[in-house]
């Protein structure tokens, strides 16, 4: 359709953008965009919060670390807007306008779409089980109501979490037997750089590829595409890469999506993996979608569940394949998806869902320096850093979550309540706690969206998790349901975040908060 746009109405002219928004409510994915510029062959600036025309067209995006300007050296250019500007609402004049402005419909005979890439047949992945997010629900809440005891049980538990032995997160018991599976090959990981060395959820990766090949007696590879691998390569071995490939070029320097496409494509199609994972961080999720559409290959996105399993329906027989679940229809179900008729199964997967390894640096491993071929015609965007967020704190590594919902009544509340507390828990346990929030508290202006848990905030495994004025929206539960103790505090005993909670407090945070408070000090 876009082609036929630039054809009929412009005549041809190249000079023009396309404006998108990031994710639909229920698919969520957010790879529709950078598929369609990779279809057509054009720059994507994704995760756009604004843009400015005059003097010259600039968009102002949210980048891997920090806020950046960026301006298209070429056009057409395709924008992504996410979360960017006030909701637009109906006036007399654009109604008016809108009234006389012609409208076009289009099917896809209409814009000679190919029928076979087109609609569900079209599509290079399955859904292969829906089912509610209640089913993976294992907690009986236990209720507590004298504040010293709780703060005993607290104890209790979080030392029991910590000895708990960190499993690399895939459930064991895949019998492959004497059948020969759908795929072969390796399963890879691609790992993302972050100053001198990887992404922490590249490296979170690299232990679930370590389960997911075990039960088919494959290798597990991880491909990183920079100017200079330093010591990275060392790091991926000692956390379970049996190969790592390395692709050095000068070219790979910043991080310009077409040029990374390039080499991961060409990488992916050298060596045919049979998987490839991604982390879902903002960079992973601009790669991901274009790598896998250039290779023809079906992408799940946001995954938080990766198991190998079986497949049949009909006449499709899949064996030892990898099953990828992630939340759908605005995390009201969870999906289980199948990749077929590509070579490799590709998926992003959401930080801090899974835990990374113990590094191993005696682990030994082999290391291949594939040359790839990148296309120069390819610079087409020049970036200006604005802010950094370098320095901000991250709740993703804390050991434990105090978070707060729409039950605080207003900022000030969250903050006297939660400040203490925090500082009184982190005392007892001799703990990194911080504090974070639902998306209603952010909304509130509690906090800012940096410290929010959730489908559209973090994902964080704490070893304790504290959720007071939370009601337990699956949105948020799918945030924080791996997090090894959770306790709930909330006025309504029917809440649902207490289907989740290993010790839940039913009351009013104006008095269970300072009471608990009180009972940490005397204990601490
Ligand atoms: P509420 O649902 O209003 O719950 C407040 C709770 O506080 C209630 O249970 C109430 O009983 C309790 N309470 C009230 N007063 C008191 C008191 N005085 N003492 C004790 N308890 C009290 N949400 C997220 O959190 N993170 C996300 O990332 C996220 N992403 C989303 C993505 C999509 C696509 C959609 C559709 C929604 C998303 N949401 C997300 C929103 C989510 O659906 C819920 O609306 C939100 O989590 C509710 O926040 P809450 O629990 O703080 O507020």
Same mark, same amino acid.
Not at 81 to 95: G, H, I, Q
Not at 277 to 291: D, K, M, Q, T, Y
């Given at each position: 359709?876009?082609?036929?746009?630039?054809?009929?109405?412009?005549? /041809?002219?190249?000079?023009?953008?396309?404006?998108? /928004? +990031?994710?639909?409510?229920?698919?969520?994915?957010?790879?529709?965009?950078?598929?369609?510029?990779?279809?057509?062959?054009?720059?994507?600036?994704?995760?756009?919060?604004?843009? !400015?025309?005059?003097?010259?067209?600039?968009?102002?995006?949210?980048?891997?670390?920090?806020?950046?300007?960026?301006?298209?050296?070429?056009?057409?250019?395709?924008?992504?807007?996410?979360?960017?500007?006030?909701?637009?609402? @109906?006036?007399?004049?654009?109604? @008016?306008?809108?009234?006389?402005?012609?409208?076009?419909?289009?099917?896809?005979?209409?814009?000679?779409?190919?029928?076979?890439?087109?609609?569900?047949? /079209?599509?290079?992945?399955?859904?292969?089980?829906?089912?509610?997010?209640?089913?993976?629900?294992?907690?009986?809440?236990?209720?507590?109501?004298?504040?010293?005891?709780?703060?005993?049980?607290?104890?209790?538990?979080?030392?029991?979490?910590?000895?708990?032995?960190?499993?690399?997160?895939?459930?064991?018991?895949?019998?492959?037997?004497?059948?020969?599976?759908?795929?072969?090959? =390796?399963?890879?990981?691609?790992?993302?750089?972050?100053?001198?060395?990887?992404?922490?959820?590249?490296? =979170?990766?690299?232990?679930?590829?370590?389960?997911?090949a075990r039960p088919l007696g494959e290798k597990v590879g991880?491909?990183? #595409?920079?100017?200079?691998?330093?010591?990275?390569?060392?790091?991926?071995?000692?956390?379970?890469?049996?190969?790592?490939?390395?692709?050095?070029?000068?070219?790979?320097?910043?991080?310009?999506?077409?040029?990374?496409?390039?080499?991961?494509?060409?990488?992916?199609?050298?060596?045919?993996?049979?998987?490839?994972?991604?982390?879902?961080?903002?960079?992973? !999720?601009?790669?991901?979608?274009?790598?896998?559409?250039?290779?023809?290959?079906?992408?799940?996105?946001?995954?938080?569940?990766?198991?190998? /399993?079986?497949?049949?329906?009909?006449?499709?027989?899949?064996?030892?394949?990898?099953?990828?679940?992630?939340?759908?229809?605005?995390?009201?179900?969870?999906?289980?998806?199948?990749?077929?008729?590509?070579?490799?199964?590709?998926?992003?997967?959401?930080?801090?869902?899974?835990?990374?390894?113990?590094?191993?640096?005696?682990?030994?491993?082999?290391?291949? !320096?594939?040359?790839?071929?990148?296309?120069?015609?390819g610079v087409c965007l020049i970036k200006t850093p604005v802010?950094?967020?370098?320095?901000?704190?991250?709740?993703?590594?804390?050991?434990?979550?105090?978070?707060?919902?729409?039950?605080?009544?207003?900022?000030?509340?969250?903050?006297?309540?939660?400040?203490?507390?925090? =500082?009184?828990?982190?005392?007892?346990?001799?703990?990194?706690?911080?504090? #974070?929030?639902? @998306? +209603?508290?952010?909304?509130?202006?509690?906090?800012?969206?940096?410290?929010?848990?959730?489908?559209?905030?973090?994902?964080?495994?704490?070893?304790?998790?504290?959720?007071?004025?939370?009601?337990?929206?699956?949105?948020?539960?799918?945030? +924080?349901?791996?997090?090894?103790?959770?306790?709930?505090?909330?006025?309504?005993?029917?809440?649902?975040?207490?289907?989740?909670?290993?010790?839940?407090?039913?009351?009013?945070?104006?008095?269970?908060?300072?009471?608990?408070?009180?009972?940490?000090?005397?204990?601490?």
């Amino acid at each position: 359709a876009i082609r036929r746009v630039e054809r009929e109405m412009l005549e /041809g002219s190249r000079d023009y953008a396309i404006v998108t /928004g +990031m994710q639909s409510v229920d698919g969520d994915t957010a790879q529709v965009p950078p598929q369609i510029a990779e279809e057509l062959g054009i720059a994507h600036i994704a995760y756009a919060q604004g843009l !400015r025309r005059e003097p010259e067209l600039t968009i102002r995006r949210i980048a891997a670390e920090g806020t950046e300007d960026v301006k298209p050296k070429c056009l057409p250019v395709l924008i992504t807007l996410t979360a960017a500007t006030e909701p637009l609402y @109906r006036s007399f004049a654009a109604a @008016r306008e809108a009234r006389i402005a012609e409208i076009h419909e289009w099917d896809s005979a209409s814009v000679e779409a190919d029928r076979t890439r087109i609609g569900l047949k /079209g599509s290079w992945t399955q859904v292969h089980h829906l089912f509610s997010p209640s089913e993976a629900r294992t907690k009986d809440c236990e209720f507590v109501s004298d504040p010293a005891e709780l703060v005993a049980r607290i104890k209790a538990l979080y030392a029991a979490a910590g000895e708990a032995v960190i499993a690399d997160g895939v459930e064991d018991g895949y019998q492959l037997g004497d059948r020969d599976p759908t795929y072969h090959g =390796e399963f890879w990981v691609y790992a993302e750089p972050e100053g001198d060395g990887v992404r922490s959820v590249s490296l =979170e990766l690299v232990g679930v590829a370590r389960g997911l090949a075990r039960p088919l007696g494959e290798k597990v590879g991880a491909v990183i #595409a920079t100017d200079d691998a330093g010591t990275r390569p060392r790091s991926l071995i000692a956390a379970g890469a049996d190969v790592v490939y390395v692709v050095e070029h000068p070219l790979l320097s910043g991080f310009d999506p077409l040029y990374h496409k390039d080499a991961l494509a060409q990488v992916v199609q050298a060596y045919r993996p049979q998987a490839m994972l991604f982390g879902a961080s903002p960079l992973g !999720r601009e790669l991901a979608p274009r790598v896998a559409y250039a290779c023809r290959c079906g992408l799940t996105a946001d995954c938080t569940k990766l198991e190998i /399993g079986d497949y049949q329906k009909g006449s499709v027989d899949l064996v030892g394949v990898l099953q990828q679940t992630r939340p759908a229809l605005g995390g009201n179900v969870m999906a289980t998806i199948m990749t077929k008729d590509s070579q490799t199964q590709m998926a992003t997967v959401r930080p801090g869902v899974f835990r990374a390894p113990t590094p191993d640096p005696q682990r030994s491993g082999e290391i291949v !320096r594939p040359e790839v071929e990148l296309d120069v015609s390819g610079v087409c965007l020049i970036k200006t850093p604005v802010e950094s967020f370098a320095s901000t704190v991250s709740i993703r590594d804390a050991e434990v979550i105090i978070a707060g919902g729409h039950g605080f009544r207003s900022k000030a509340d969250f903050d006297r309540h939660l400040n203490p507390l925090a =500082e009184g828990i982190g005392h007892l346990l001799g703990a990194d706690t911080k504090v #974070a929030a639902s @998306r +209603m508290a952010v909304e509130d202006g509690c906090t800012t969206h940096d410290f929010q848990v959730g489908q559209t905030g973090q994902t964080v495994q704490p070893r304790l998790y504290v959720a007071i004025g939370i009601s337990g929206a699956i949105q948020h539960i799918t945030g +924080m349901q791996g997090s090894d103790v959770i306790v709930a505090i909330n006025k309504d005993p029917k809440a649902k975040i207490f289907e989740y909670a290993d010790l839940g407090v039913v009351g009013d945070i104006e008095t269970v908060i300072p009471a608990l408070t009180q009972a940490l000090e005397v204990q601490a």
